[in-house]
C-alpha cells in the first residue's frame, strides 16, 4: 500500500502537518541564554498583581511586549515583564 491510497496522506489534506502542533514556549524556570523565556498571561498577571483581562488589555494597546503563538495565544518575554515590575515597585516606593 503507498501513501496516496491512505486518506489524506500526500494530499493537500494531509499535506504531512501533525493537527495541532504549535511551538512551545519555554517555561520560566527552563531559562537559557540563546532562548528567552516567556510567561503566559495568568504568570503576568501574578507578577503585576493585576487580573489576567487587564494583562491582555496592556497587551492590546501596546503598553506590553508579547508574541503570539501558533495557537493564537499570548506569550510574554520574562526579562522585559520582570525589569517592569521592578520599575513600577521603585515608582511606587519613591
Do not use: C
Not at 19 to 48: C, F, H, M
Not at 73 to 82: D, F
Amino acid at each position: 500500500m503507498n501513501s496516496r491510497s491512505i486518506p489524506g496522506a500526500g494530499t493537500a489534506g494531509g499535506s504531512g502537518r501533525m493537527k495541532g502542533r504549535t511551538v512551545a514556549a519555554k517555561r520560566s524556570g527552563q531559562a537559557t541564554t540563546e532562548n528567552p523565556s516567556y510567561l503566559r498571561t495568568g504568570e503576568v498577571a501574578d507578577i503585576l498583581y493585576v487580573s489576567p483581562k487587564t494583562v491582555s488589555r496592556w497587551a492590546k494597546e501596546g503598553k506590553l511586549p508579547f508574541m503570539k503563538t501558533l495557537g493564537g495565544h499570548h506569550r510574554y518575554p520574562e526579562a522585559e515583564i520582570r525589569e517592569l515590575a521592578n520599575q513600577l515597585r521603585e515608582e511606587a516606593t519613591a
